[in-house]
Structures are given as C-alpha cells and as structure tokens.
C-alpha cells in the first residue's frame, strides 16, 4: 500500500549509478517532499563495502536483495512504489538489467531518466539512430542542444528538462597506503592523461595508437620531473597495447598506470584519485573534463568530436611542448568557461529535485 508521500525508487551498483543518482536522491529526501529508496544487490568484498558506504554516507539506507532479483526487478518491488529514478531508459535499455527494464513497462511504472554522460548514446550521440522514444515520463538532460534535438524524437524532447551537471561526488578507492601522496611529491607537475576509448575511433586505428604512444613517450623523455598518470577508459583493461605500455613504464618512473592490468600502484585507482594527484588533465571529449574542470584543474582536450567542448583547446597530440607549456591562463579559462556552462551542481540539484517532485505530484 502506498503512503500519500510520493515514493520514488532507485536500484544502485555501479559507480556511475551512485554517482549520478545518489546527490539527486538524498537532495530530494532532504527536501522532504517525496519518500526515497534505494535497492542493492547484495554481496561481499571491499566493493561491495565501499558501495554501501557510498550510500549511507548520503544519509540513505539501502535495502539489499539477490543479484537475480535486482537485476530482473519484482512485481512487489515495483508495485509499492510511484517512480523509478533511472540511467537507462527502460525502451532503449541493451544492458544486463534489461529483464527489469522490461518488467518496468509491463506494469506501467514510470520512470525519471537521468543522463550520466557528457557524450551519451540515445541522449546526443546517435551512431546512426535518431528520433529516440523514450518510455520516461521525465528526461533531465544536462543541457538541450542541437545534438539533443537531433537524436531525441520531438515528444521526448518536450518531456525533457535541462539541469546543468548535477554531480557534486566521484568515489576514492585508494586508501593512502597505495604510497600515491608519496610518488606525487616526488613531482611538482604532474599530468593525468586519459587514453581514448577504442569506440573514438572505431573500427581500432593502429596508426593512432602508435602515434598515441610515440607522444607519450616523448613526454615522458623530454620531462622527466613531471609526473604523468595514463588512465584507461574507466581503468579497462587495454589487451591490445597493455604489453607497450607496461614497457613505457618500466623505462620511465615519472609514469603511473591508472589501468585493472597494470601491477602499479595505481591500478586500483578510481578517477578521483588520480584527479587528487593530478595538476592538469588532457582527455578526449568525455565527462571526465567536466569532473577535472569542477575541481578547478586545468584542462585541455585530444580527439575532438564536432560540437563537444568547443571551449577547450585542443592538442593534436601529447606534444610536450603545448601541454606542459609555462603559459596555463587557457587551459584554466577553459576550466572556466565549462562551470560556467554547466553551472553550480548545487543549484542544479534544486533544480532536478524540483522537476521531479512536480513529476510525482502529477501522478
């Protein structure tokens, strides 16, 4: 049985998830307005641990159920509330959640979409797909655009809201024993460079990736006194080129490997913790720009796509010269000109708690 406080439900496992959803849902149960809760799956290890932890700290307590049950959803679950807050929209969900996404529309649930990427596929990346319907009844989109206009059918659109960035948390996992504080001190600059996903240039180019590692070795040469930190997309594992880069690092102690294959002492490290030790960020177009620019890091951009981030400049290649240049007053303003663009998170929580509380109210 339902109470008269709208009920709003959000299943949380991954990083992104909590990231992205857990500032929103304990902004609204702080407002008071709507009731909230949050479904885990259960389990065991220092994830699992750090996930739950993530939670409470947000002054919400998760109930936890079987990987089955959260992964397909239940009847009783989905039943007893009035919205689900998602990151995948349950039409155009292809995840390993599919099944519950599935069972969200045969029991006419609604559901609240927030977009969790700064290049998001179905949001403003299309690959070939446009005029995207979405089963929400809510789109809280980052900002609506000509991208969003042209991927987003026109019903989905007029359904949408834009709220700036709404990430005010990315989660540590390094605990200072990891001897990252120690290896920063040893460098008074130091570069957090984050490789390109093979997706950015798809079908994989091996003449990018060679050109990709020629710069950074040169780098890594021609600056030895700088640190640099090379993170993979998302700390995944890069078969491919894992053996040249392990090489570059055994060569050159200014380097750390923030990658699930790397043996360093940064393998483990979640994104945060290598913005924590970073002094400036070169990435391709992602939301990792954002999250540097919103700790106020210097940022500069490689493998622009058409329309993203046309404030940042752009480097054509890990050229030392550009990138470890004495003259920063561009790379800061473009750190500028992004917080500027997105806005305050804090503000921009206001502003989705708003949405949604109007959302559950007109149900």
């Known amino acids: 049985m339902k109470s008269d406080s709208p009920h709003l439900l959000a299943y949380l496992n991954g990083a992104s998830e909590r990231e992205t959803l857990l500032p929103i849902l304990a902004r609204i149960q702080a407002r008071g307005k709507a009731r ?11 994830r699992f641990y750090r996930g739950v932890s ?71 990346s299309d690959d070939g797909e446009v005029n995207q319907g979405y089963y929400s009844s809510l ?18 659109l007029e359904l949408s809201a834009s709220i700036g960035f709404p990430k005010t948390m990315l989660e540590r996992r390094a605990p200072s024993t990891f001897g990252g504080g120690k290896w920063a001190r040893l460098f008074q600059e130091r570069l957090l460079l984050c490789w390109p996903p093979a997706t950015r240039y798809k079908p994989r ?47 050159h102690k200014n380097l750390l490997l923030s990658t699930k294959s790397s043996n360093g002492r940064a393998s483990r490290w979640s994104m945060q913790d290598c913005l924590d030790y ?47 240049s004495t003259d920063r007053e561009h790379f800061v303003q473009a750190s500028a000109a992004l917080r500027d663009r997105y806005g305050d998170p804090q503000r921009n929580l206001e502003v989705a708690s708003c949405k949604i509380e109007a959302m559950l109210a007109g149900l």
Not at 139 to 156: D, P, T
Not at 278 to 284: C, E, H, I, N, R
Request: charged share 20%.
């Open 139 to 156: 789109l809280l989109l980052w900002e609506k655009g000509n991208a969003e206009a042209r991927v987003l059918s026109a019903s989905s």
């Open 205 to 251: 180019d091996e003449e990018v990736e060679a050109s990709l590692l020629l710069g950074l070795e040169d780098l890594l040469r021609s600056y030895p006194h700088s640190g640099v930190i090379v993170r993979t997309h998302r700390g995944q594992r890069v078969a491919h080129i894992e053996g040249e880069l392990e090489a570059l690092r055994s060569r």
């Open 278 to 324: 970073s002094t400036f960020v070169v990435a391709p177009p992602s939301t990792v720009l954002l999250d540097a620019a919103y700790q106020r890091l210097p940022i500069a951009l490689t493998h622009p796509v058409p329309g993203f981030f046309p404030e940042v400049p752009s480097l054509d290649s890990f050229d030392p010269a550009s990138v470890l």
């Open 36 to 46: 909230v809760s949050v479904l885990m799956p259960a389990g065991l290890g220092r």
């Open 54 to 124: 993530e939670v409470m700290g947000r002054g919400l307590f998760p109930r936890l159920c079987t990987r089955k049950r959260f992964y397909s959803g239940t009847t009783a679950q989905l039943q007893s509330v009035d919205a689900v807050l998602v990151v995948s929209d349950p039409r155009l969900d292809f995840t390993k959640h599919k099944e519950r996404s599935e069972l969200l529309q045969q029991l006419a649930v609604p559901t609240i979409f927030v977009q969790h990427g700064v290049i998001q596929q179905g949001v403003n």
